[in-house]
Every structure is written in structure tokens, then in C-alpha cells.
């Protein structure tokens, strides 16, 4: 069973930092494109970033370039967000999600599996 | 273009059919999935590619795609699906960003 498990939420103050972690289990976690994607309360899901399987490629929403970091150790079947430069809007409950891509003239990118959340909150 | 648009709010009566819908450009270039979220849940995936349900999905779940619109049809609806609906989108710019509409809130009367 594929499971993804968040952790390293919790409150920090405006400019402080947090590192994110989801361990995940039940898939060869080195053969897979990874993500983070939030969502602040009572608003949408908001995309952050995307990690491919070696870490060749790495992507980041506008919003969060030049202040999360995404990276992943295949070793321990881990991904990690480290978030620097907090903001209040920064708040949200943060998902990491694995990549899937399906077709060949036209593809289709997607989310499979999520994991369950974990909160953080920024806020002096 | 980076936006996918979606309705706030959508209702059906129960076992009435209801077509939530999704524009933008990239979706001319990518299909978009589709994620069903309840409340205090995690999203999960209910639609993919042209019309793919992951294992567990009901058959009363179906997406279509025309342009730059996609739909995501419930066919039946029931009262347990009621919940938020979000597609999401691989931006067309080049950029390999990822996109999700703003959600679609679905009433089930």
C-alpha cells in the first residue's frame, strides 16, 4: 500500500524557517517524481514544487522561488521542503504528492497518491 | 497561460447528473486531472488523461475534454459526493509549472 507521511509542520514566526518532510512507503520511491502542493485555510490547492526521480529536475511556483528548497534522499524514501523567509501567507496545510505522467501525443500530468498534511503557521 | 478556471459552485439534485467544468489554455496542450476533496481530507484523484479513473473510482465519474475546456461528469450523483472539486493542469508556457483551478464546491440536494 502506497502511503506518504508529512511531518515538520507547526508555528514560526514571520522570516523564521521549517523544513518539511514526507517519508514515504509501499513504492519504489526512486522511480517517481515528487511534489508539494498547499492550500491555505478555506482557500484552493495551490502547486508549490516538483522534484524528479534523481533530483535532475526541480521546479518552483513563482510565489516560493528563492525561498523553499525541495530535495529528496532515495536512500531513506524521503522528500523534504526546506521553507526559509516565511510569510503569513505562507500559512497553509502543506501535501506531498507523487507524479505520475500518462499518454503520448497528448499527456496527462497528475497526482495519484497525497499524503495527509501536515500545518504550518506563520504568525508572530 | 497559467490559469485554469472553474466555477465556485455547482448543485444537483441527488441521482441528477452534473458536469463541473474547466477552462484554460494549457489545456490544449496537457488533459487535466481531476481531484475530489472533503472536508478536513486529503485530495484524491478521481479522473486522469482523457477519461481515466484511478482503481476504487466509481463508473458514475467520467471526464471529457474539448479545446480548452475540461469536464468532469458525475453521472448519478450521490450524497457522498459532495465535496470540492479541483482540476489541475501542466502549464502550456514551458515552464513545467503545475496549475489547479480555483475548486468547484458541488451541493448534493
Not at chain 1, 526512486?30 to 485555510?41: I, K, L
Not at chain 1, 518552483?60 to 524514501?77: C, L, P, Q
Not at chain 1, 510569510?87 to 500530468?109: H, L, P, Q, S
Not at chain 2, 476533496?37 to 488523461?49: F, H, R
Amino acid at each position: 500500500e502506497v502511503q506518504l507521511v508529512e511531518s515538520g509542520g507547526g508555528l514560526v514566526k514571520p522570516g523564521g524557517s521549517l523544513r518539511l518532510s514526507c517519508a514515504a512507503s509501499g513504492f519504489t520511491f526512486s522511480s517517481y517524481s515528487m511534489n508539494w502542493v498547499r492550500q491555505a485555510p478555506g482557500k484552493g490547492l495551490e502547486w508549490v514544487s516538483s522534484i524528479s526521480s534523481s533530483s535532475s529536475y526541480i521546479y518552483y511556483a513563482d510565489s516560493v522561488k528563492g525561498r523553499f528548497t525541495i530535495s529528496r534522499d532515495n536512500a531513506k524514501n524521503s522528500l523534504y521542503l526546506q521553507m526559509n523567509s516565511l510569510r503569513a501567507e505562507d500559512t497553509a496545510v502543506y501535501y506531498c504528492a507523487r507524479d505520475r505522467v500518462f499518454g503520448v501525443v497528448i499527456k496527462a500530468y497528475y497526482f495519484d497518491y497525497w499524503g495527509q498534511g501536515t500545518l504550518v503557521t506563520v504568525s508572530s | 497561460s497559467s490559469e485554469l478556471t472553474q466555477d465556485p459552485a455547482v448543485s444537483v439534485a441527488l441521482g441528477q447528473t452534473v458536469r463541473i467544468t474547466c477552462q484554460g489554455d494549457s489545456l490544449r496542450s496537457y488533459y487535466a486531472s481531476w481531484y475530489q476533496q472533503k472536508p478536513g481530507q486529503a485530495p484524491v484523484l478521481v479522473i486522469y488523461g482523457k477519461n481515466n479513473r484511478p482503481s476504487g473510482i466509481p463508473d458514475r465519474f467520467s471526464g471529457s475534454s474539448s479545446g480548452n475546456t475540461a469536464s468532469l461528469t458525475i453521472t448519478g450523483a450521490q450524497a457522498e459526493d459532495e465535496a470540492d472539486y479541483y482540476c489541475n493542469s501542466r502549464d502550456s508556457s514551458g515552464n513545467h509549472l503545475r496549475v489547479f483551478g480555483g475548486g468547484t464546491k458541488l451541493t448534493v440536494l
